[in-house]
């Protein structure tokens, strides 16, 4: 490459990065500035004068953000488990057993991602209700705790294992059980990873669902108490910035620290299929 | 994993990449149950099936076929009602603000989608090359996909204010403020430009994944013949990744017809000034919640949403299959 296009590629790749970045960092550095400190100033000052986390605690005493981070962390840990279980049981069943009614399972799982969740939260709503279940972390976690896509993805990690192992296995004596978990499902860890991260932010980062089945604010999660802190105290940017800091900053800790496998493992999906 | 969001909807969508695509290989040999592996119990199978079975059937297919049943029905919040015919299809026929959210959410779909097709694929080739730090640039720009969307809506609702920090940038370069969200047009675009600034990232690494399938040597032989880069990006590259363009046009459009968040976010629940920028999935939330919900009304509405993400997959794969033949 000449010296002109990698600077160029470089300039070009700052560019975006303020443009992607910015927006956080600007967020962060209204959350540190002080009570004093003016944050409508123009041209605007990017670092502050003289920072604290003094709105931090602000937030804290304006809405029980910590037992909404809980409640995020609880629905989300679930989420993640039922997922990773679910997903690889009945896509290892789809995959690899037999029996009457594998195709008809299959064709479920299918016709259950193509529908659009966003058309059928009222009924979910009402289904929830008959359950007695509306208004509970339960509620919010149960519709998508089993993901069909999910299922989906696992059972296609497992078609790729090769299928000899598992004969060798059962000409063993081993049991099904036995197959699925010594054998099996060593060999789809890395799905099983992707599986987890995006069952982990899918469940933290929801607005919609919990939005129409929480109505008690002392059970909301992290995004419904910020979008009802936004609704209360529009006036004051630095405590809803300070609020979206603590959300968003675990999601980029884990993200940074995951990016690696992260990557690795949507660009294997999206490549083999 | 839900996927309430067009945000959200993206890990989905990604998977589908896989499923979507075409296999070039033939399947390696005994890749289905072969004759072999028979003699589990009969029911175990099931065992194994069995949860996601019942949770997708209980909170997936059984709400999908009664949205479809209610959308005939008068059914409200507590009350079970009655059979209607299609007088809810008649009255949304004459709701203006049926029509009000049936244009917005058409209009987000052509804003949105022409640049979630083109800015991203550009993206790729910006991030494609491996040179030192690549790595973190291709994660900082996939940060804000990672991000929740309603962290994303209040920053940019933040940046965006009369008094934000693009309102005191435009002012410190003398161009004046401008209403970004109290102006019903500007309003829209700004939350199209916020949902394409959050799908950017994700759309880059499909885009990535199908850049990394195109040979070297097509470029090489294009560079020998004189073809300039811009030329080369017109023979080479979009031919070669035009499948991709169609996937993620088909993903990005019916994402974009149910957008939410972002517009219930900047716009407020009432969605903006006089309720100009309500979207289609907004009016099902305020129509069919609350005490006074009305179900029946709300379900109506939510078959119009179906039947159109129905028909943009279609005509997406559609203008796919024309350009083939």
Redesign the interface.
Not at chain 2, 14 to 21: E, F, V
Not at chain 2, 154 to 159: G, P
């Given at each position: 490459m000449p010296v002109w296009e990698i600077v160029l590629r470089y300039l070009l790749l700052i560019a975006v990065l303020a443009l992607m970045i910015g927006p956080f960092l600007w967020q962060l550095s209204t959350a540190l500035k002080g009570p004093h400190e003016n944050i409508f100033s123009s041209p605007p000052k990017f670092l502050p004068s003289d920072p604290t986390l003094h709105n931090f605690e602000r937030v804290a005493d304006t809405i029980p953000v910590w037992d909404y981070a809980l409640n995020s962390l609880k629905v989300a840990a679930a989420n993640v488990v039922t997922n990773c279980v679910g997903a690889a049981l009945a896509g290892y069943a789809l995959a690899r057993l037999r029996y009457r009614g594998r195709k008809a399972a299959t064709i479920v799982f299918i016709l259950a991602m193509l529908v659009p969740v966003e058309g059928i939260i009222i009924a979910q709503f009402t289904t929830m209700r008959e359950l007695g279940l509306n208004n509970t972390l339960i509620g919010v976690l149960l519709p998508g705790c089993v993901s069909a896509l999910n299922v989906l993805l696992m059972r296609n990690a497992f078609l790729n294992v090769p299928y000899e192992i598992e004969e060798a296995a059962f000409v063993d004596g081993a049991n099904v059980w036995q197959r699925f978990l010594r054998i099996a499902l060593p060999a789809v860890k890395g799905t099983l990873a992707v599986v987890a991260i995006f069952a982990f932010m899918g469940a933290w980062d929801d607005f919609l669902w919990p939005l129409i089945v929480l109505s008690d604010p002392d059970r909301f999660t992290l995004t419904i108490g910020l979008n009802y802190l936004h609704g209360t105290f529009a006036n004051d940017e630095r405590l809803v910035a300070a609020g979206t800091v603590i959300a968003v900053l675990p999601l980029i800790i884990l993200f940074a620290c995951l990016q690696r496998y992260f990557f690795r493992g949507v660009g294997e999906g999206a490549v083999k299929g | 994993?839900?996927?309430?969001?067009a945000?959200?909807a993206a890990?989905?969508d990604?998977?589908?990449?896989?499923?979507?695509?075409v296999?070039k290989e033939p399947r390696?040999d005994?890749?289905?149950?072969?004759r072999?592996?028979?003699r589990?119990?009969?029911t175990?199978?099931?065992l194994?099936?069995a949860?996601?079975?019942a949770?997708?059937?209980?909170?997936?297919?059984?709400?999908?076929l009664?949205?479809l049943n209610?959308a005939f029905t008068d059914k409200r919040t507590l009350i079970e009602g009655d059979y209607v015919g299609f007088a809810n299809f008649q009255e949304l026929w004459h709701d203006e603000m049926f029509w009000i959210g049936l244009r917005n959410s058409t209009l987000y779909v052509l804003g949105v989608v022409p640049a979630l097709v083109i800015l991203p694929l550009l993206?790729a080739m910006?991030?494609q090359?491996h040179?030192p730090g690549i790595?973190f640039?291709?994660?900082?720009?996939?940060?804000?996909v990672?991000?929740?969307?309603?962290?994303v809506g209040?920053?940019?609702?933040?940046?965006l204010?009369e008094?934000g920090?693009v309102n005191?940038?435009l002012?410190?370069v003398g161009v004046g403020k401008a209403g970004f969200l109290s102006d019903q047009w500007l309003l829209l675009l700004s939350a199209m430009t916020v949902t394409v600034?959050k799908g950017?990232?994700y759309y880059m690494?499909?885009y990535?994944?199908a850049l990394?399938?195109v040979p070297r040597e097509l470029h090489e032989a294009a560079a020998v013949d004189g073809a300039g880069a811009v030329r080369r990006f017109f023979s080479v590259t979009v031919p070669a990744v035009r499948s991709t363009m169609v996937l993620v046009a088909a993903l990005s459009s019916?994402a974009a017809f149910?957008v939410?968040?972002e517009v219930y976010?900047m716009a407020g629940p009432t969605g903006g000034p006089a309720g100009e920028d309500t979207t289609l999935?907004m009016l099902?939330?305020r129509v069919?919640?609350g005490l006074t919900?009305r179900?029946g009304y709300?379900?109506a509405i939510?078959?119009v949403?179906?039947v159109v993400?129905v028909a943009l997959m279609l005509l997406v794969l559609r203008a796919d299959r024309k350009e083939d033949a």
């Open positions: - | 994993m839900k996927s309430t969001t945000s959200q890990p989905t990604l998977a589908t990449t896989g499923t979507a695509r296999r390696p005994g890749r289905g149950p072969r072999g592996i028979r589990q119990l009969p175990s199978p099931w194994f099936a949860p996601g079975l949770i997708v059937g209980i909170f997936i297919l059984y709400p999908f009664s949205t209610n993206l910006l991030v090359k040179i790595t640039f291709r994660s900082a720009f996939y940060t804000p990672v991000a929740s969307i309603v962290v209040l920053i940019w609702v933040w940046m204010d008094r920090l005191a940038l002012e410190a600034w950017l990232g690494i499909i990535l994944a990394a399938n019916v149910k939410f968040s976010l999935v099902v939330q069919g919640t919900g179900v709300a379900s939510s078959v949403v179906f993400t």
